[in-house]
């Protein structure tokens, strides 16, 4: 009997250690990273990070994550004429002439109504941060690429009434993540983002959404040649 359970014990340790050389090996048929289905799973995972100033956990949710915690911007948003954009820039200078402002208007009129594609960064299609990195880029200041990194940098500004052209504004758009928006203030209570329903466009500030969400500000330290 005993010599019955030894030999029944070897057969199953043996053909456990079969499934796992041969299982995993790279002749497998079994999904691998990279595969839709791995990917699939990659894009859905959510991490957890300990503060260890609060001793909590925090949520990080990947940037290839916006499906499970995206914002609810209402469909009738719509951008205001952006003629208010040209009267502030001049049309005909010599670009080796433009003041950083004038650099960084120009580039937003060249995004104005892209598309948005989350993670994108060009004109084919670019999200809220890539797009307010791209347009910093232009003036040769680097941003970081999410919102709640951008969100940490530079000086806070704390009173509306203070905001100045090329200050970040943040806004609580999703559930998760926050801040979930990022868009760049032009004056006149206006701000230009790009917004998940409608691309790149220019909005009031006093807009009933964006107000109840609003964040708060970040001036870029490099950003005040704008002014």
Same mark, same amino acid.
């Given at each position: 009997?005993?010599?019955?359970?030894?030999?029944?014990?070897?057969?199953?340790?043996?053909?456990? @250690?079969?499934?796992?050389?041969?299982?995993?090996?790279?002749?497998?048929?079994? !999904?691998?990273?990279?595969?839709?289905?791995?990917?699939?799973?990659?894009?859905?995972?959510?991490?957890?990070?300990?503060?260890?100033?609060?001793?909590?956990?925090?949520?990080?949710?990947?940037?290839?994550?916006? !499906? !499970?915690?995206?914002?609810?911007?209402?469909?009738?948003?719509?951008? *205001?004429?952006?003629?208010?954009?040209?009267?502030?820039?001049?049309?005909?200078?010599?670009?080796?002439?433009?003041?950083?402002?004038?650099?960084?208007?120009?580039? *937003?009129?060249?995004?104005?109504?892209?598309?948005?594609?989350?993670? +994108?960064?060009?004109?084919?299609?670019?999200?809220?941060?890539?797009?307010?990195?791209?347009?910093?880029?232009?003036?040769?200041?680097?941003?970081?690429?999410?919102?709640?990194?951008?969100?940490?940098?530079?000086?806070?500004?704390?009173?509306?009434?203070?905001?100045?052209? @090329?200050?970040?504004?943040?806004?609580?758009?999703?559930?998760?993540?926050?801040?979930?928006?990022?868009? *760049?203030?032009?004056?006149?209570?206006?701000?230009?983002?790009?917004?998940?329903?409608? @691309?790149?466009?220019?909005?009031?500030?006093?807009?009933?959404?964006?107000?109840?969400?609003?964040? +708060?500000?970040?001036?870029?330290?490099?950003?005040? @040649?704008?002014?």
């Amino acid at each position: 009997m005993v010599f019955c359970t030894k030999q029944k014990a070897f057969a199953f340790f043996t053909f456990v @250690g079969f499934i796992f050389c041969f299982g995993c090996s790279s002749s497998s048929n079994s !999904i691998r990273y990279g595969t839709k289905n791995d990917t699939d799973e990659k894009e859905t995972r959510i991490r957890y990070t300990r503060n260890e100033e609060t001793d909590t956990l925090e949520i990080e949710i990947p940037i290839e994550n916006e !499906i !499970i915690d995206p914002d609810d911007v209402p469909e009738d948003i719509t951008s *205001i004429d952006i003629s208010v954009l040209k009267e502030k820039y001049k049309t005909g200078s010599a670009s080796e002439t433009l003041t950083l402002k004038e650099k960084m208007l120009m580039e *937003i009129l060249r995004f104005m109504n892209t598309p948005y594609k989350f993670g +994108g960064n060009s004109k084919g299609g670019i999200d809220c941060s890539g797009f307010t990195q791209t347009i910093y880029q232009s003036c040769s200041i680097q941003l970081n690429r999410s919102a709640k990194e951008q969100f940490t940098q530079g000086i806070v500004i704390d009173n509306k009434e203070e905001l100045k052209f @090329g200050d970040l504004v943040f806004f609580n758009t999703r559930k998760i993540v926050k801040p979930g928006h990022v868009g *760049i203030y032009l004056g006149d209570n206006l701000f230009v983002h790009a917004s998940s329903k409608n @691309g790149v466009i220019v909005t009031p500030l006093t807009h009933e959404y964006y107000f109840k969400r609003y964040l +708060g500000a970040r001036r870029i330290e490099q950003s005040i @040649g704008f002014q």
